[in-house]
Structure formats: structure tokens, C-alpha cells
């Protein structure tokens, strides 16, 4: 019984040690015994911050519309909508769909792969209005938020 206990006892002595010391004691050799666990941590630690490196960005600079403005051309029949989006990478992070609304009808929805300025825009559309026609759009972010506007229709200018 008192050799088992003293096997264990002196066992739990060499790892007080290791804790104390840092080092391991086998048979003559000296060993680092969390060389392993900071290679390990300090590999975890690269790989988070890589991932987040890769997909932060592109959230943090994700903002939605900033302003649309719209504007009804009466000889051309056309609704100029003017959008304000600030993105630095257009091609990744884009005003992605516009949807137009008017008088309550089937909105017209059309969609984007890209955006063709960094900051402002604008896109046209065909569109007949007269005098009292209300037109709803709502502009949309591919990565985050919508902005809307609405615009009645006062009638052709003389």
C-alpha cells in the first residue's frame, strides 16, 4: 500500500515541478512541456485573426443607401432615381435591387450586379405618370440596409 502511495506522491511532486519550472525531467532529458500548447495557441490566435481579417472588412464598411432622390422627366416619360451609396469596392458591395411602386400596382423590380459610381448614381426608367400618380421606390443594399422615397406626381410643367 505505501508503495502505490508513494509512486503517486512522487508523481504528483514532478508536475508541482513542471508547473513551477516549466520543464519536464524524464530519464535525463529536459523538455519544454508547453512548447506544444503555444504553438497550438499562437496558430488558433493567426488563424482568427486571418478570418476575421478576410470577413470584416466587408461588413464593416457595408453601409445602406444614404439618400434617393426622384425626379420625373415629363417629356421623356422617364423616373430618374439619384442614389447616394458610398461602397469602396463597387463591384462586391453594390446597390443590389431598386423596387418601383406605383399607385399600389405590381412593383417593377430590377436587379444589379454591380454599381457604376463609389459614392452617388443614377439610374432612369420608363415610366408614364399623370397627374396624381404616387410612385414609392426602395432602394437595396447587397450586404446591408434599404433606403425609400416617394414622389406624387404634380402634373406636366407649361
Known amino acids: 500500500m505505501e508503495g502505490t502511495f508513494t509512486k503517486y506522491d512522487k508523481r504528483s511532486r514532478e508536475i508541482w515541478e513542471w508547473s513551477k519550472t516549466g ?10 512541456h508547453r512548447k506544444g500548447l503555444r504553438i497550438f495557441s499562437a496558430a488558433w490566435l493567426l488563424s482568427a485573426l486571418l478570418a476575421l481579417l478576410l470577413i470584416f472588412p466587408l461588413s464593416a464598411t457595408a453601409n445602406s443607401p444614404s439618400d434617393v432622390q426622384l425626379t420625373y422627366l415629363d417629356k421623356e416619360q ?6 447616394a451609396h458610398k461602397s469602396f469596392m463597387p463591384a462586391s ?11 399600389s400596382e405590381k412593383p417593377l423590380i430590377y436587379e444589379y450586379k454591380s454599381q457604376s459610381d463609389k459614392e452617388t448614381f443614377t439610374y432612369a426608367y420608363k415610366l408614364s405618370l399623370k397627374k396624381g400618380d404616387r410612385v414609392d421606390v426602395n432602394v437595396v443594399c447587397n450586404l446591408f440596409g434599404s433606403r425609400s422615397s416617394s414622389l406624387i406626381y404634380a402634373g406636366p410643367k407649361n
Open 23 to 32: 520543464n519536464v525531467g524524464t530519464a535525463n532529458e529536459t523538455a519544454h
Open 78 to 83: 422617364t423616373l430618374q432615381v439619384k442614389i
Open 93 to 103: 458591395h453594390f446597390i443590389a435591387k431598386v423596387e418601383i411602386l406605383k399607385n
